[in-house]
Nanobody
Framework: QVQLVESGGGLAQAGGSLRLSCAASGRFFSINAMGWYRQAPGKQRELVAAITSGGSTNYADSVKGRFTISRDNAAKNTVALQMNSLKPEDTAVYYC???????????????WGQGTQVTVSS
């Protein structure tokens, strides 16, 4: 069974910072990438940032230069998102995502956290 535990959401003022963390547990044979998505009310879920097992990163244009994704090598299967210079339009539910292969599986699959609310006030 796969479990993704997210933490760090909350309320921040515009220009402030928040840090999200996600710890993944389960019988992973391999993890290809970990990342964060977000969904604002009335909008589709969108990629915020992702990092591959090799350390390559990908960011949405709207967060480049403000957000940083990282993996904690000491704490296996943990990913963090440092969010600086927050804007009201960053308000959304943020979801942790893991793309990986479970033991016994023949292909990779996407796994999701329960979501954590981030609210940025102006």
């Amino acid at each position: 069974q796969v479990q993704l535990v997210e933490s760090g959401g909350g309320l921040a003022q515009a220009g402030g910072s928040l840090r999200l963390s996600c710890a993944a547990s389960g019988r992973f044979f391999s993890i290809n990438a970990m990342g964060w998505y977000r969904q604002a009310p009335g909008k589709q879920r969108e990629l915020v940032a992702a990092i591959t097992s090799g350390g390559s990163t990908n960011y949405a244009d709207s967060v480049k230069g403000r957000f940083t994704i990282s993996r904690d090598n000491a704490a296996k299967n943990t990913v963090a998102l440092q969010m600086n210079s927050l804007k009201p339009e960053d308000t959304a539910v943020y979801y942790c995502n893991v793309r990986g292969v479970l033991y016994g599986a023949s292909r990779s699959d996407d796994f999701w956290g329960q979501g954590t609310q981030v609210t940025v006030s102006s």
